[in-house]
T-cell receptor
């Protein structure tokens, strides 16, 4: 079955530690995205990539980093510079055309204490 | 920056009733999409309506778009308990050639059996 997989589902870290969230897709999509979701809020775009080895900052990129070495994979690193890292992180993929529907993974809930 | 705003923030209805959610946005769009999110899960694409369309149907879903008012509505007819979820609108805004969807804050729908 084609789909997008995020792992792990739950992640706990101590403050000051970097942590990497995994996102893999087998939908052959060129574009991939990372969104952050906080309670009572919509999704905010962290980073996106339209092609391998290229990515752009979204609206809230500070304290995050990404890589896109393979078409299928778009890992997100939450660094210690991110002031409020506790959140629900969603990865998505889609075609590159403007307004194309996105396919989402089931998210990683990160808790930093 | 958030572009879509849903109204109401929360809606509780009885099974069998219709549910209507509204979305307002700020800039010109190519299309508007609606997504559904079950608690603790990723978003699922429901329906897309293009800027030159006024109404679109898909099963029990009916979407309208009024570009002059920069607003859209999602109607779910004959609701079921399984429709309980959060519903988000998303627009492509003025992202140029890139597919940067901007999500609203969502409407939490509770359908009582």
């Amino acid at each position: 079955d084609g789909g997008i997989t995020q792992s792990p589902k739950y992640l706990f870290r101590k403050e000051g530690q970097n942590v990497t969230l995994s996102c893999e897709q087998n939908l052959n999509h060129d574009a991939m995205y990372w969104y952050r979701q906080d309670p009572g809020q919509g999704l905010r775009l962290i980073y996106y990539s339209q092609i391998v080895n290229d990515f752009q900052k979204g609206d809230i990129a500070e304290g995050y980093s990404v890589s896109r070495e393979k078409k299928e994979s778009f890992p997100l690193t939450v660094t210690s510079a991110q002031k409020n890292p506790t959140a629900f992180y969603l990865c998505a993929s889609g075609l590159t055309g403007r307004g194309s529907p996105l396919h989402f993974g089931n998210g990683t809930r990160l808790t930093v204490t | 920056s958030q572009q879509g705003e849903e109204d109401p923030q929360a809606l509780s209805i009885q099974e069998g009733e219709n549910a209507t959610m509204n979305c307002s946005y700020k800039t010109s769009i190519n299309n508007l999409q609606w997504y559904r999110q079950n608690s603790g899960r990723g978003l699922v694409h429901l329906i897309l309506i293009r800027s030159n369309e006024r109404e679109k149907h898909s099963g029990r879903l009916r979407v309208t778009l009024d570009t002059s008012k920069k607003s859209s509505s999602l109607l779910i007819t004959a609701s079921r308990a399984a429709d309980t979820a959060s519903y988000f609108c998303a627009t492509d805004g003025n992202g140029g050639a890139t597919n940067k969807l901007i999500f609203g804050t969502g409407t939490l729908l509770a359908v009582q059996p």
